[in-house]
């Protein structure tokens, strides 16, 4: 659900020198904060072995809609299906993020892109919309780099310049959804047409995000990641 919370981040990013990523990872080591890390013996294998059963029969379940989805965007714009972006993943560590693309292929574009952007195709629209774009982010969850609920998976960018008291939360493993993820999900509205977004961003949006995805990380259990992912599903399918 990443892409359509708050402002959208699937935009490409902005060519970077080479040390952001171990400057980022150095702020992350350089963090602390009082969170256990996911409770009673057994939690974080339960855990994963959800997310690996979870995110396997998704992608069976929406290979036929994927195909779909394949076919318009390829139809709809040259460029390729999948769109990919280095992300933060657990202890400051780049991974790769896949996502179905949304935008004209080609363009460069800020860490931060406004939600009418011009760059985003009708097919990506509706993508969008209905999250189905994220639906690659399956494969990040069956390979490890991601789970199926936690933290935001931030772009490296954003990263390197979040708040000394946000930065802990960069330690743990990003989720397709959460907390944070569901409740700010429509955030943009709140945003102030002439206010300078990555600052906006920064400073407001990202420490209410930290403290939501906090009452997850509080008590990573199985019982609190199932109703995470009702409370996802519950939002995707209820009506516009």
């Not at 400057?23 to 009082?34: M, Y």
């Not at 280095?86 to 004209?104: D, N, Y």
């Not at 969008?128 to 960018?157: C, H, I, K």
């Not at 102030?192 to 997850?216: G, I, K, Q």
């Amino acid at each position: 659900m990443d892409a359509h919370v708050a402002i959208d981040t699937s935009g490409r990013p902005r060519r970077r020198r080479g040390g952001r990523l171990a400057d980022v990872r150095r702020g992350v080591r350089g963090s602390r904060h009082g969170l256990g890390q996911g409770g009673r013996s057994g939690v974080g294998g339960l855990r994963r072995a959800c997310d690996v059963c979870v995110a396997t029969l998704g992608l069976v379940v929406s290979a036929p809609l994927l195909g779909v989805a394949a076919i318009a965007i390829r139809r709809s714009s040259p460029g390729p299906v999948l769109f990919r972006q280095q992300r933060v993943g657990a202890g400051g560590q780049p991974f790769t993020i896949l996502k179905l693309r949304t935008m004209t292929d080609g363009g460069d574009g800020p860490d931060l892109t406004a939600r009418a952007d011009p760059r985003v195709t009708r097919v990506g629209s509706v993508l969008r919309r209905t999250s189905v774009d994220e639906l690659p982010q399956l494969v990040n969850v069956l390979r490890g780099e991601m789970t199926l609920v936690g933290p935001r998976p931030e772009t490296v960018g954003l990263a390197e310049r979040y708040p000394t008291d946000c930065r802990w939360i960069l330690q743990y493993t990003p989720g397709l959804t959460g907390p944070a993820q569901i409740r700010l999900r429509d955030s943009r509205v709140l945003r102030p047409a002439a206010s300078d977004p990555e600052r906006w961003y920064l400073e407001e949006v990202v420490p209410r995000r930290v403290a939501l995805d906090a009452t997850f990380l509080r008590a990573p259990t199985l019982r609190h990641t199932l109703n995470v992912l009702v409370q996802t599903a519950v939002y995707l399918l209820r009506p516009a």
